[in-house]
């Protein structure tokens, strides 16, 4: 079953020029929504594909799209992931990783068309309860969260999903989505 995740960083940095993923607009919470979205113990989701929307300076907004398709060349650690984002960042290209000018609310509106929208939220309906259908997409705040505006937005296109009422890191929720998928396909 395809699915996609669409993180919404909000203070991502757009520029190349950092020494750290942490020092980066928390990038490295983007590394791990990676990681957690697309890798297995000795393998890659070729059916999964994680979006970053970076919004933090010097250039908003940065869609950074990694396709587990066509991803090759990578490994988990957070060094090999700084040199690929800096690299993503920077213009220049890696086998399965492209980087666009797209905004939050566009590739909301072309992912609509074809994907089943899900907005991660404590108050929404419980995951366990649903039946994902494929191509479902599923859209999740950094550390600061998803802006209201943003999330008011997705909701036009889709409805808010839940984990439960604990609030879990990003990444750990991308596990736990992965986790009931895989469940139900089995």
């Keep these: 079953m395809p699915r996609e995740f669409i993180l919404f960083s909000r203070q991502g940095q757009t520029s190349p020029?950092?020494?750290?993923?942490?020092?980066?607009g928390r990038l490295d919470i983007?590394?791990?929504?990676?990681?957690?979205?697309?890798?297995?113990?000795?393998?890659?989701?070729?059916d999964t594909s994680f979006h970053a929307?970076?919004?933090?300076?010097?250039?908003?907004?940065?869609?950074?799209?990694?396709d587990g398709t066509t991803l090759h060349d990578v490994r988990t650690d957070i060094e090999t992931w700084q040199q690929i984002l800096k690299k993503t960042i920077a213009n220049k290209p890696h086998p399965g990783i492209t980087a666009d000018k797209t905004a939050f609310e566009t590739l909301l509106k072309t992912k609509a068309q074809t994907n089943q929208i899900y907005v991660l939220e404590e108050d929404?309906?419980?995951?366990?309860?649903a039946a994902i259908p494929p191509n479902s997409l599923f859209i999740l705040g950094d550390h600061?969260?998803?802006?209201?505006?943003?999330?008011?937005?997705?909701?036009?296109?889709?409805?808010?999903?839940?984990?439960?009422?604990?609030?879990?890191?990003?990444?750990?929720?991308i596990t736990i989505i992965n986790y009931v998928i895989d469940q139900q396909q089995t």
């Excluded at 929307?53 to 990694?66: A, D, E, Q, S, V």
């Excluded at 209201?148 to 839940?162: C, D, M, T, V, W």
Aim: charged letters at 20%; a positive charge.
């Design 144 to 173: 600061v969260g998803l802006p209201k505006k943003a999330e008011n937005f997705a909701l036009r296109y889709g409805e808010k999903i839940s984990l439960g009422k604990t609030p879990y890191l990003a990444a750990t929720c």
């Design 30 to 46: 983007v590394h791990e929504c990676i990681i957690s979205s697309l890798f297995l113990s000795h393998g890659l989701r070729r």
């Design 53 to 66: 929307i970076l919004n933090g300076p010097p250039n908003p907004p940065l869609h950074i799209k990694i």
């Design 124 to 129: 929404g309906k419980n995951i366990n309860k």
């Design 17 to 24: 020029n950092f020494t750290s993923l942490h020092d980066a």
